[in-house]
């Protein structure tokens, strides 16, 4: 079985920063693209910033320039860096992963539970 967790959410206040990691961890045998979600309240989940198996990266208009996504191969691992924070910034953040487990035989995603960032004064 294969999950993924995320941690490092909190409160933060404006211009300040936050990481964000996110694990997968299980009976995992590939990973290709990780990427990170963000959904604030009574708005649609959207796409903030996405990391390719290779470490390719692409980023959200809203974000380009003040989060660095990276990942750690070895360790399944994920993070985002966020700078220069914004109160607009202020959502749950979700983790995705595209996951051959050793008990498929095809890719799927997988999402974490979310981790919560709030940007305020």
């Known amino acids: 079985q294969v999950q993924l967790v995320e941690s490092g959410g909190g409160l933060v206040q404006p211009g300040g920063s936050l990481r964000l990691s996110c694990a997968a961890s299980?009976?995992?045998?590939?990973?290709?693209?990780m990427s990170w979600y963000r959904q604030a309240p009574g708005k649609q989940r959207e796409l903030a910033a996405v990391?390719?198996?290779?470490?390719?990266?692409n980023y959200a208009a809203s974000v380009k320039g003040r989060f660095i996504l990276s990942r750690d191969n070895a360790k399944n691992t994920t993070y985002l860096q966020m700078n220069s924070l914004k109160p607009e910034d202020t959502a749950v953040y979700y983790c995705?992963?595209?996951?051959?487990?050793?008990?498929?035989?095809?890719?799927?995603?997988?999402w974490g539970q979310g981790t919560q960032v709030t940007v305020s004064s």
């Open positions: 299980g009976s995992i045998f590939s990973i290709t693209a």
């Open positions: 990391i390719t198996g290779p470490g390719s990266t």
């Open positions: 995705k992963a595209i996951i051959l487990s050793q008990d498929e035989v095809a890719f799927r995603d997988y």
